[in-house]
Nanobody, 117 residues
Framework: QVQLVESGGGLVQPGGSLRLSCAAS????????MGWYRQAPGKQRELVAT???????NYADSVKDRFTISRDNAKNTVILQMNSLKPEDTAVYYC???????????WGKGTLVTVSA
């Protein structure tokens, strides 16, 4: 089992920045990939960004050049730095982890990001 604790959401004005953090813990945690997804009201959950244990990143086109994902393998932590935020970035952001031990996906409870003037 993997437990995920997210932090860093909140209210920010358009053009502002926020930093999301997610820490994974559990017995014998071994993570292949970490990432962030988001779900806006009335929409399906979508990929924001992922990063593998080797540092390979993948971004949704809508956030490229504005968001940066990074991870600390030793601490099993993934960070999403979000800059130049837009109202359409408003959503609940979910941390996701793909376990290297059992190939299962684990999800955090989500943190709300609201971009509004």
């Amino acid at each position: 089992q993997v437990q995920l604790v997210e932090s860093g959401g909140g209210l920010v004005q358009p053009g502002g920045s926020l930093r999301l953090s997610c820490a994974a813990s559990g017995s014998g945690v071994s993570i292949r990939r970490m990432g962030w997804y988001r779900q806006a009201p009335g929409k399906q959950r979508e990929l924001v960004a992922t990063i593998t244990s080797g540092g390979i990143t993948n971004y949704a086109d809508s956030v490229k050049d504005r968001f940066t994902i990074s991870r600390d393998n030793a601490k099993n932590t993934v960070i999403l730095q979000m800059n130049s935020l837009k109202p359409e970035d408003t959503a609940v952001y979910y941390c996701n982890v793909l376990s290297a031990l059992n190939a299962m996906d684990y999800w955090g409870k989500g943190t709300l990001v609201t971009v509004s003037a």
